[in-house]
Structures are given as C-alpha cells and as structure tokens.
C-alpha cells in the first residue's frame, strides 16, 4: 500500500516528539508538573459539573456543588502560583 508524500511530509504529520526526562532541568520538570495537575483539576471540574447536571438527590448536588467550588479555588490558586 503507498502512502503517497514525502518521507518529510509524512514525519512532520506522524512524528511525535519525545519527551526525556534526561536532560530536562528541575525548573522544567516542575513547570511539567504543575501544568499536569491544571489540567487535571480542569478535567475534574468537568466531570463533576457534568454529574451535577444529571443528579437528582439535593444532597448529592449540594456535594457536587461544593467539590467544584474547592476544585475552582484549588485551580484559581494554582493558576495564580503559576510558571
């Protein structure tokens, strides 16, 4: 089967760069890291607003409500440390 384009063409559509920790300096580690955990409070945040919207218990959404609100602030001050 031919794939059609250029080796070039194709390594600049299907190459991933590949992340090492080798030669990554402590700082960029970090910076690695905090953003990881940004974007997974963000993805938290998500799914619990998306469980709110289908919850029909009171007390089960007063819950919910309160876990977005630690993971908003949690995620403001993360924000706010920044890198």
Request: glycine share 4%.
């Amino acid at each position: 089967m031919a794939l059609g384009g250029t080796t070039a063409e194709y390594d600049r559509k299907f190459a991933t760069p590949v992340v090492t920790h080798i030669n990554q300096t402590d700082e960029e580690q970090a910076i690695l890291e905090h953003n990881a955990h940004v974007e997974a409070l963000e993805t938290l945040a998500t799914e619990l607003r998306n469980c709110l919207e289908h919850a029909t218990d009171e007390k089960y959404k007063r819950y919910l409500a309160l876990k977005i609100d630690r993971t908003n602030q949690r995620l403001e001050q993360l924000r706010t440390e920044g890198f």
